[in-house]
């Protein structure tokens, strides 16, 4: 277990996805505070709703997994 935690701890991918994921669920937060004047925790554990952590996510590791692996560029 701790072998896979080392290995998780080390992988830039995985950090930037779960920090992008992470970012955007804090977002959700600070804006439901603004708008509501109150904190609810079930905005940053719960689903649905802008912006989109899901979507966060998904993004950072499709360009995550292209900057490291060069996809798309020509190689000559």
């Known amino acids: 277990?701790?072998?896979?935690?080392?290995?998780?701890?080390?992988?830039?991918?995985?950090?930037?996805?779960?920090?992008?994921?992470?970012?955007?669920?804090a977002i959700k937060v600070v804006i439901g505070v603004i708008s509501q004047k109150r904190f609810d925790f079930r905005w940053f554990i719960g689903t649905g709703g802008m912006p989109s952590s899901h979507a966060a996510g998904a993004s950072c590791l499709a360009a995550a997994m292209g900057m490291e692996y060069e996809i798309g560029r020509a190689h000559v």
């Open 1 to 25: 277990m701790k072998d896979i935690l080392t290995q998780l701890s080390q992988n830039k991918i995985f950090l930037a996805t779960i920090s992008a994921w992470f970012i955007a669920q």
